[in-house]
């Protein structure tokens, strides 16, 4: 299933230079599954035709107050979320003083659906007192604002006023947009990716994990609403976008970021693959000694669900951990759980070829505080945290 399966999304576009970009948004909703409306402003057709819009969407842009009577009110009504992108200096002014003297405003003014507002405008105008005014009364009408980023500007100038990315502006839809919205006024926190020992300046010791679990449940938890922090280990796999993000690199760094977050955190979901060894690393780079090779001594590093076994009882934070074996994996699986504290843990096989690491797709078993266990048939990395969560919302009656 697609994020936007079933969703009806109306994409509002005002006269920008980066109105041409909003074709990309709007192609970007519907490989996600929606189906978009489109209005077009006066002065968006200037800089994009209502034929491109037409030619992705299939069906006819709206363009004006009068071609269809009441077009103002049904749009809005219809559609499950409003997104303006790009949204000018002009027609957040409009927005914020509830203008209805065009078929964009009036279906703004009009709909009470949830409203997302890309801000695409030359720098100086977005730092205008009357502009950062103007977005602060759409942030207090309960509207997402998203951007602007910074950067060149078409103009030449260079700094805050470019349109966001389609990426961040999908990913803020999917969480106005989320039926399952039921994480609200939660704070979860979510680890994923490996953890590094240094040996010297140069070497460490990792492991192969791409930390895909981890992201795709921190995704999946911000757009349930959640407050998310995500505490990352190092790699390549891109971070989500919307949760915020602390990056480490060592277990000790994991540890240090994991207790400040849990100090007000009521769910943590414990997806890294943290690394069991550490040792002292040389302050100069190893040499080759001879023939002899190398030998490491390595000690046990701190174990984070054991060093926040007790925070976590106190603060009755809902955990969720993985195990990763390779032989008696539900008997490890359930002392894994008892000895670090959670209330569940998923447990997959290290030696199936589409499960755990470095794979896009995963096969767990879910085992709960009882010992009961659920198994979780193979399936993409972004489906199994949205089951995961389902089940920690009915654990924990949400
Ligand atoms: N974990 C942790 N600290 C560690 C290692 C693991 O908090 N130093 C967490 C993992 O994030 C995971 C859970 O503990 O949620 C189980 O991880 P696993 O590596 O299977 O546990 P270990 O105790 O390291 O067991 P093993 O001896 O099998 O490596």
Redesign the pocket.
Known sequence: MRPFDGRRVLLVVSGGIAAYKSAFLCRRLLEAGASADVILTESAERFIGAVTFEGITGRPVHRNLWDTPMAHLELGKAADAIVVAPATANLISEMAAGGAKDLATATLLAASCPVVVCPAMNTRMWEHPATQRNVARLVEFGHTVVGPDSGPLAEGETGPGRLSEPEAIMAAMGRVIEPNARFGGLKIVA?AGPTRAPLDPIRFLSNRSSGRMGYALAAAAWRRGGEVTLISGPGSTPRPIGPRLVEVET?REMLEALETELSDAHILL???????FETDPQTSKIKKDGASGLELALR?????????RELRRQRGIFT??????TENALD?GRE?LA??G?QL?AVNMANEAEAGLEVETNRISLIDETGAVEEFSLAHKTELADRLLDRIESSIGT
């Open positions: 680890t277990a414990m997806a890294a693959a943290v690394g069991d046990n590093g701190p174990d984070l669900l054991g060093e926040t969720l951990g993985f195990a990763l074996e490890h894994k000895r670090k959670m843990i």
